[in-house]
């Protein structure tokens, strides 16, 4: 789920000049002018807020329009994180703090004109960053380097933040809280881009959405849900995709995680159905954000002996109003770039608890390949034995034969 990777990240130019001054729909933005040589020469816009902060009565609720402010926002910064656990070594290295007011976004563009065969502006890129639905930001993946290696090929790049973990994926299976935050969080920002992307010189009918690992996940959601697949064009997930079986996880599964989250927290409840989820939230509203913090391995984050994820999105009936199999019919047709890597994910096999034998492959096949969705299981299966063990009898080309099966089958783009 690519929680340790990044890219295109290079140190940020900390003395650049202020950048061109952008009217938006909320208000006027000034940055940075990152890259200043000669005719090349691209401006970042860092930490601009496209909702409210989801805190307060807004915690576990659809985000809203930000606010329009008075004078001119200095977006020279990126903006905080969402709340989540850090590795060790990023409690010393993170450019940026966490906080529940986290729903920003960067906007890095040429200080150049389009060309002529450009008449609506630059191409637009926006990313989706992953981190299993727990960790990771926008900043973790650049300011200068974006600058250097994307935008002079005419393109503007954006990178946007969402709520994560528990604040961005709760749900009580019921109407109360359906989930999928971190979604509609997505969408708001793909809103905002469509309506102001073209005050940085970019086409708002030439989006491209890009995603990695859960981030992946995320892009192929976007482009099935009748919310959001109508505002963009193309669509690139990237180690990941909602056919993987820890893309989603179901309304029981969740609602179960999150009720045992709050009851953790003290929260009891004479009360069942709609009126118990209700008191619930207003519970855990009260609660310091910290508390919701989780992190990509350890006591709350990820389980890498299972297959599927605690905390990910979830068919809720209305981000994802019907089956994935049926939306993903349903949806227009779209642009899609797609890839494999060799052993991708290798780290989160290494440090499991993996079987490397006969009994883990059938383990992860019968995971995979259920019984229930295919009426051919047993000939997939062995087809899938033989396509990736082929003979492997000794002991480390069984356990490359494992990895194959569980990183190529389970999370392939």
């Not at 860092?46 to 915690?59: D, M, N, S, T």
């Not at 905080?80 to 290295?93: G, H, S, Y």
Request: aromatic share 10%; net charge positive; proline share 6%.
């Amino acid at each position: 789920m690519g929680a340790v990777t990044s890219i295109i990240h290079t140190k940020s130019n900390a003395n650049a000049n202020p950048s061109r001054e952008v009217r938006t729909h909320y208000g006027l933005v000034v940055g940075r002018r990152m890259i200043d040589e000669g005719d090349f020469k691209v401006d970042a816009f860092l930490g601009i807020p496209y909702a409210k902060p989801p805190i307060g009565e807004l915690r576990f609720q659809k985000p809203q329009p930000p606010d329009p402010w008075d004078g001119v926002l200095q977006a020279t910064k990126f903006g905080p994180r969402a709340p989540q656990t850090d590795f060790l070594w990023e409690r010393w290295t993170y450019r940026v703090g966490k906080s529940e007011s986290c729903l920003t976004l960067n906007v890095f563009s040429p200080a150049w004109e389009p060309r002529n065969d450009q008449p609506n502006g630059f191409a637009v890129l926006v990313f989706v960053h992953g981190g299993g639905f727990i960790i990771d930001s926008a900043a973790k993946y650049g300011d200068e380097g974006i600058c250097r290696y994307l935008c002079r090929h005419d393109v503007v790049v954006v990178t946007i933040q969402y709520r994560l973990g528990l604040l961005g994926f709760f749900s009580t299976g019921d109407e109360v809280c359906r989930g999928n935050m971190g979604l509609w969080d997505q969408t708001l920002a793909l809103k905002w881009v469509k309506e102001n992307i073209s005050a940085f010189n970019g086409d708002p009918s030439r989006v491209t959405i890009f995603g990695q690992s859960a981030g992946g996940v995320c892009v192929d959601l976007l482009s099935l849900s009748p919310h959001s697949r109508d505002l963009f064009q193309q669509v690139i997930p990237m180690a990941g995709n909602a056919e993987c079986e820890w893309g989603l996880t179901t309304n029981e599964n969740l609602s179960v995680v999150c009720r045992e989250f709050a009851q953790k927290l003290g929260w009891k409840s004479e009360n069942k159905g709609v009126q118990a989820s209700t008191e619930m939230l207003q519970f855990l509203r009260k609660k310091s954000a910290k508390l919701f913090e989780r992190g990509i391995f350890g006591k709350g984050g990820i389980d890498v002996r299972k297959v599927k994820l605690d905390l990910a999105p979830v068919p809720d009936g209305d981000f994802l109003p019907k089956p994935i199999h049926v939306l993903r019919r349903e949806a227009p047709k779209k642009r899609c770039m797609v890839g494999t890597c060799s052993y991708e994910g290798l780290l989160f096999a290494a440090i499991g608890s993996c079987n490397f034998g006969m009994k883990g492959i059938d383990q992860i096949l019968d995971t995979i390949v259920p019984e229930e969705n295919f009426p051919n299981w047993k000939e997939v299966r062995e087809n899938a034995k033989e396509l990736y063990i082929n003979k492997a009898y000794e002991k480390h080309k069984m356990a490359k034969a494992f990895l194959r099966v569980r990183l190529k089958l389970n999370c392939s783009a």
